[in-house]
């Protein structure tokens, strides 16, 4: 009677060690094996096209296409393919976009090797996971109303260094209305002025500096 076939991956991060590192924690287990790692989104999606691996484990900051770009090209090419996010960014809005983007589960970097080989197992059952502590991240900010997208426009500009009047002039309003999109950006960051929103932007995954 043969033997069941092992679960295969593509390990995508753009850090050697960390891709060697976890690899060998996969292909250490006995129905598992990694049949490739990339370094960058496009080889990445170049091996998924080459394997087609039972389950991609994916890294958001990639150094020419984003994770999400990453996840969403897949995903478009095979609505059935199982993608794990396996990141250090641990921003509530970086997780919900994975997850409408279709992830099947969003891992940090920090998960120990028994607890990241399990979550693959059960994600290849089909069923999702998400983390006690991912999900208590999602569910602190749960219900909180989000920056829109002039506001975030208004923010990154902010974190570029530019004053209120430049900022003005660059998206043709006036300085009163860039004032009353950075009052509203406090307001739902909490934060207490600009540098502060900037930091809880970053932190979030509501912008990339």
Known sequence: MSEPAKISLLVVDDHP???EGVSKVINDQPDMHVVAQAAKGGEALALYRQHRPA?????LRLPDIGGIEVLAAIR???PQANVIIFTTA????????????GAHGYVLKSTLPHELTAIIRQAHQGRRCIPADVAAQLAHYTGESGLTAREIEVLCKVARGHRNKDIAGQLFI?????????KHILDKLGASGRSEAVAIAVRRGIMQL
């Open 17 to 19: 060690l960390m891709r």
């Open 55 to 59: 389950i991609t484990l994916l890294d």
């Open 76 to 78: 478009a090419e095979d």
């Open 90 to 101: 641990e921003g509530d809005v970086d997780i919900q976009r994975c997850l409408r983007g």
């Open 174 to 182: 006036s300085e009163e209305t860039v004032k009353a999109h950075m």
